[in-house]
């Protein structure tokens, strides 16, 4: 279940209709607490509720009719990406700034193809989260300026061809899959998860691997791990 916050219950007035209004979805409550305390700080901001699950997210989003969400791409019910893109199938024009762990590069793009209108890394929140959250607000993006440049050279024509190769050319749901099975995740458990039966997931492997240019199962595994002990900064 969502979770309001104290904010949310304070009675509305002149000077409170001016207030932004932010739902964090996030499944670690000691980051949205921190979070909460950052922009309890700022005038003209106030959290309206908080959400551990995508779910949950959801589900709060109808209720609290947020400004803005905030939102972690790794949630435990489902990925940010499938929140994202299930926020804007049922309440279309709902500004959302995801704020991961995931590296940018890998992940900012897709966020903004499915419906963010900015993306942070967690790393940088303590010093860009305001800044990002009042320009989406305010009816701008938010990228940092490394990611803004990568975007530029795409469009422009300029992007590297070895940049579009590789993990660029999985789909979002290829890139989950590959994702669950660094961390360990055994396909029946990759199916529960997903939603889906194991054959997809199979046929996502095999997708996988042909993009990936791997040969076998094992070695699909291994780059999969290897993989997220990168994003992971291991």
């Not at 949630?75 to 309440?91: C, F, M, R, S, T």
């Not at 997903?194 to 291994?222: F, Y």
């Amino acid at each position: 279940m969502p979770r309001p916050t104290p904010n949310s219950a304070k009675n509305t007035s002149a000077s409170q209709s001016l207030v932004k209004r932010l739902l964090l979805v996030d499944d670690h409550p000691i980051m949205r607490h921190g979070l909460a305390q950052l922009i309890r700080n700022e005038e003209g901001l106030e959290v309206c509720a908080e959400a551990g699950t995508a779910r949950a997210g959801l589900d709060a989003v109808g209720e609290f009719k947020p400004d803005l969400v905030v939102i972690d791409l790794t949630l435990p019910d489902k990925n940010g990406l499938e929140l994202l893109k299930d926020i804007q199938a049922v309440y279309p024009g709902t500004l959302c700034l995801v704020l991961s762990m995931h590296d940018e590069s890998m992940y900012g793009e897709r966020a903004l193809r499915a419906g963010a209108r900015g993306y942070i890394m967690k790393e940088a929140a303590a010093d860009h989260l305001i800044t990002a959250a009042r320009k989406v607000l305010n009816g701008g993006i938010y990228v940092s300026d490394s990611m803004a440049s990568r975007m530029l050279e795409q469009v422009t024509g300029n992007r590297q061809k070895a940049s579009t190769a590789a993990i660029d050319t999985l789909t979002d749901r290829e890139l989950e899959v590959l994702e669950l099975i660094g961390q360990g995740v055994a396909t029946k458990l990759i199916a529960e998860r997903l939603k889906i039966s194991a054959r997809t997931v199979e046929a996502h492997r095999a997708h996988i691997k042909e993009k990936l240019s791997i040969t076998d199962g094992a070695a699909l595994v291994r780059h999969a791990v290897q993989w997220v002990e990168q994003q992971a900064g291991l």
